[in-house]
């Protein structure tokens, strides 16, 4: 029963710290109120147009793939590490290869069904596209 006081005064103390933190410091921070600070800040500048701006998807993607690729590799590290120690203590090497196999496997699937389904290459936007047909006319 110990070990569950021991968690719950870890969790206690791991809700009450930060919670006095924000506490504390609404209680000591100056407030000043100015319309300068509940506007937008562009700057310096007077915000022009809407809040809303469309990025394109493409951005995500590549740094979703990104992600999903740099945790690959952070997860083939520790296999890479014991790979040669365990080939030396017997293990036969069907057992220390298919795991890794598969998951890089899984993860090549995921690869090429990104490639496929167009998630890898950009869009190309109509003013890129006629300045390269105008390039290709001068020629």
Not at 105 to 112: K, P
Request: hydrophobic share 50%; aromatic share 10%; proline share 6%.
């Amino acid at each position: 029963m110990s070990d569950w006081i021991a968690i719950g005064a870890l969790a206690a103390v791991g809700l009450l710290i930060p919670l006095g933190m924000m506490s504390v410091s609404a209680l000591l921070r100056p407030s000043v109120p100015e319309t300068g600070k509940s506007t937008t800040y562009e700057s310096g500048e007077t915000p022009t147009g809407g809040t809303r701006i469309r990025f394109n998807i493409q951005y995500y993607m590549v740094a979703l793939l990104f992600v999903v690729f740099d945790i690959e590799t952070v997860l083939l590290f520790p296999w890479a590490v014991i790979y040669r120690p365990a080939i030396s203590a017997g293990v036969p090497m069907i057992d220390l290869l298919w795991p890794m196999l598969a998951f890089v496997g899984v993860l090549a699937i995921g690869l090429v069904w990104a490639w496929r389904s167009g998630a890898i290459s950009w869009a190309r936007s109509p003013r890129a596209t006629s300045r390269k047909t105008e390039r290709d006319l001068n020629q």
